[in-house]
């Protein structure tokens, strides 16, 4: 099981980046998804949820209004696109999926929850 990320670069603040997660080895059409975030010095902090079907999405305070997290069952895929970009954004930015045994609960914001993760895509914001 992989999630491959990617689509993080450099970017001047105020400008927007969209990240792309891709599933493969099995499906999590049926798991919770989420992306985190690591910025240098600093612990792994939660970023955005989505559940199974993508109809509810719950956001971190930080990032809420600015990042808006999809996905796409068919091509097991995860997105989050970035608009309004702040130099406190920068970090290292990581899709997970949710382990199987919290379906049916309220949004996982705690990495525990997560399985599966990704190998983590740089987001750099310039002043």
């Known amino acids: 099981v992989q999630l491959q990320a990617s689509g993080g670069g450099l970017v001047q603040a105020g400008g927007s980046l969209r990240l792309s997660c891709v599933a493969s080895g099995r499906t999590f059409s049926n798991d919770g998804m989420a992306w985190f975030r690591q910025a240098p010095g600093k612990v792994r902090e939660f970023a955005a949820a989505?559940?199974?079907?993508?109809?509810?999405?719950y956001y971190a305070n930080s990032v809420k209004g600015r990042f808006t997290i999809s996905r796409d069952n068919a091509k097991n895929t995860v997105s989050l696109q970035m608009t309004s970009l702040k130099p406190e954004d920068t970090a290292l930015y990581y899709c997970a999926a949710r382990s199987p045994r919290y379906r049916g609960r309220p949004y996982g914001t705690a990495s525990y929850e997560y399985d599966y993760w990704g190998q983590g895509t740089l987001v750099t914001v310039s002043s």
């Open positions: 989505i559940n199974w079907s993508g109809g509810s999405t």
